[in-house]
């Protein structure tokens, strides 16, 4: 049987009480654990999504391909984040990649529900999700690429040293040769 231990803990950090056996049966019943070597692709555009994940451990990229080929990362998650489609059931617009290795528990739409029925604190959580991506798509509509990048910085100061640049450069919509400039400049003022 599969380790649920930190899944296990981050609901009983959500719900702020120990789990019961119950809880503990049903929630290692309607989630799948699964491990992924880097660069797996978890979700593809074009596909009925129906699935949430949580990740235990590595780090994900939700991206879109625009009508050129061109990728842009939308969101990175990592360890102890959610990352999907808020779409979901429908026919999903993003591909999710695994960016390092990494350990995800997967779980159904509907399993998804029937958990955040129960557990109201993982709606709260959840929402938050929904307004951190708002601020990510109203960031990337009326910021420049230098006060994306001091954002990234400073919200999130671990995750560039995990990132190759030119998914950062993705992630800003800036060019890689443009993200240098942005790091020339910015080590300068430093």
């Known amino acids: 049987m599969a380790d649920y231990s930190i899944l296990y803990s981050y609901f009983e950090h959500i719900n702020k009480q120990p789990l019961t056996p119950e809880e503990m049966a ?71 990649e695994t960016v390092e290795d990494s350990i995800v528990y997967s779980i159904s739409e509907e399993n998804f529900h029937t958990l955040y029925k129960r557990y109201i ?38 995750l560039l040293q995990r990132l190759p640049q030119y998914q950062i450069s993705s992630y800003l919509g800036v060019t890689p040769v443009f993200l240098s400039k942005i790091l020339a400049k910015r080590a300068k003022k430093d």
């Open 121 to 158: 604190a993982l709606a709260n959580y959840i929402r938050k999700s929904y307004v951190f991506l708002q601020k990510r798509f109203v960031s990337i509509l009326s910021k420049t690429a230098e006060e994306n990048y001091e954002e990234l910085v400073n919200d999130y100061p671990g």
């Open 26 to 96: 049903e929630i290692h019943r309607v989630f799948r654990k699964n491990t992924y070597k880097k660069k797996t692709m978890v979700m593809k555009a074009g596909e009925a999504n129906t699935l949430h994940y949580y990740i235990e451990k590595g780090l994900l990229r939700m991206y879109i391909i625009d009508q050129n080929g061109k990728e842009f990362n939308i969101l990175f998650a990592r360890e102890r984040q959610w990352i999907g489609d808020l779409g979901t059931p429908a026919e999903t617009p993003y591909f999710i």
